[in-house]
């Protein structure tokens, strides 16, 4: 996969990627962030020609994914960095968005990043097994188990409060 | 080939529909751009670093004699005070006192004592265009009998024109003087310890009240926040 198929490719994949990566719980201006360092890594995995990145979806988001957690460790001991940064203003989330950000992040991070790969990228069990290094065995009981889960809870939450699409990073 | 009979339909639509309300901005840069760039190794990035600082620390050692106060200051140094300000050097965050602090034009106290035996150490200020900030780090004695204690504090104190983002794991609220006052708290991680932080504003300023959890409890917090608003007011 030579460097403008990797960069045509990243380009058609930023939104959905983007999206997945706001759903794990990033706030918008973490997720630009780690999909735009996982674009430049992809580039340069190209440009090295180490291997060819088959699915380009699944590739970024487990190298902005792996950022992500980077970032919030980061976050965690250099706190007076994060303040002072100013971040730009993003729209806020749909009702719909608001809802399915919170009740993934009440799921834990295996079973939301499963969901994630499976409903929002779009990735088979294959696929997210490779990406997430899980056996295929493994992804198929997780999504069946938290699918459910996901599912009951969506479906209780207009009897609960609505959660605050403000507290939603 | 996908596999997409094991995912529930009705979920997969509502995942679709809440994924479009996410706005999506575009990419800040064009991928392709992003080809030529080159970035230094990172580990000639830390040698470069590193040569640096030794350079200048023991430039300035040798020019005033002072290495062993320059060695002293470096035990006394505070966690993170290196850190506070590096991000945003280039917009005039300069290390000065309480009192030359105040060309901010934000809420300080009016001495460097705080109750409960708290003193000022190191004030750095940040000027920009468009906000101004105040970090204040303090310092105790640190209390016998109490675990994990570090005698350590800092408050930061933020103009309007810049959005401060809390980063606390879990918080509440509370009213301190009148004033509405939010208890953050976030667990010890394995590589720190965890801390709490009263957050309210002020005099249109946001204030930050920082303290390692095990020397902070919520009524510890609660008291420095009336300390500092009546060293304030």
Redo the contacts between chains.
């Keep these: 996969m030579n460097?403008?198929s990797?960069?045509d490719a990243?380009?058609s994949a930023?939104?959905r990627v983007?999206?997945?990566l706001?759903?794990l719980g990033a706030s918008?201006a973490d997720a630009?962030d780690a999909?735009?360092d996982a674009?430049?890594r992809a580039?340069k995995h190209a440009?090295a020609r180490q291997e060819v990145i088959a699915r380009p979806e699944a590739w970024l988001f487990v190298v902005a994914s792996r950022r992500l957690r980077t970032q919030r460790?980061r976050?965690?001991?250099?706190?007076?960095?994060?303040?002072?940064?100013?971040?730009?203003a993003?729209?806020p989330?749909?009702?719909?968005?608001a809802?399915?950000i919170a009740e993934l992040k009440r799921l834990p991070r295996r079973e939301r990043e499963v969901l994630v790969a499976?409903?929002?990228l779009?990735?088979?069990?294959?696929?997210t097994a490779l990406a997430l290094g899980m056996a295929v065995g493994t992804v198929?009981a997780t999504?069946?188990h938290a699918?459910r889960k996901?599912?009951e809870r969506?479906d209780e939450a207009p009897e609960r409060s609505r959660p605050d699409t403000a507290t939603v990073r | 080939?996908?596999?997409?009979n094991?995912?529930?339909p009705?979920?997969?639509q509502?995942?679709d529909?809440?994924?479009?309300?996410?706005?999506?901005?575009p990419?800040?840069?064009?991928?392709?751009t992003?080809?030529g760039?080159r970035r230094a190794p990172v580990a000639a990035m830390i040698v470069a670093a590193l040569a640096a600082v030794l350079l200048v620390t023991s430039g300035a050692a040798a020019a005033t004699g002072l290495l062993s106060e320059v060695i002293r200051s470096r035990l006394d140094a505070l966690p993170?005070s290196a850190?506070?300000?590096?991000?945003?050097s280039a917009v005039g965050s300069q290390a000065t006192t309480l009192d030359g602090a105040r060309v901010a034009r934000l809420p300080l106290p009016r001495s460097g004592q705080l109750t409960g035996g708290w003193e000022v150490r190191a004030v750095q200020l940040?000027m920009t265009e468009?906000w101004r900030?105040v970090?204040l780090q303090y310092r105790r004695s640190i209390p016998t009998g109490v675990s994990g204690s570090r005698g350590q504090m800092s408050v930061?104190v933020?103009s309007e024109g810049?959005?401060?983002?809390p980063?606390t794991d879990s918080t509440e609220l509370a009213t301190i003087s009148g004033l509405p006052v939010t208890i953050g708290s976030?667990p010890g991680?394995r590589?720190?310890p965890g801390?709490r932080t009263a957050r309210f504003t002020y005099q249109g300023a946001t204030v930050?009240i920082?303290g390692y959890a095990d020397e902070f409890g919520t009524a510890d917090l609660s008291s420095l926040v009336e300390a500092w608003l009546a060293q304030t007011r």
């Design positions: 460097t403008s990797v960069a990243a380009e930023y939104p983007y999206r997945a706001v759903a918008p630009a999909l735009q674009f430049e580039l440009a460790l976050n965690r001991l250099f706190l007076p960095l994060d303040l002072v940064r100013d971040h730009p993003a729209a989330p749909s009702e719909d968005a809802l399915l499976r409903y929002v779009g990735l088979s069990q294959r696929e198929a999504t069946v699918t996901l599912r969506i | 080939m996908r596999h997409l094991d995912l529930d009705t979920l997969q509502f995942v529909r809440a994924t479009s309300g996410i706005a999506v901005p990419p800040r840069r064009a991928a392709a992003l080809a760039r993170n850190v506070f300000y590096s991000g945003v940040t468009a900030s970090e930061g933020w810049i959005t401060v983002v980063t976030t991680y590589t720190g801390y930050i920082r």
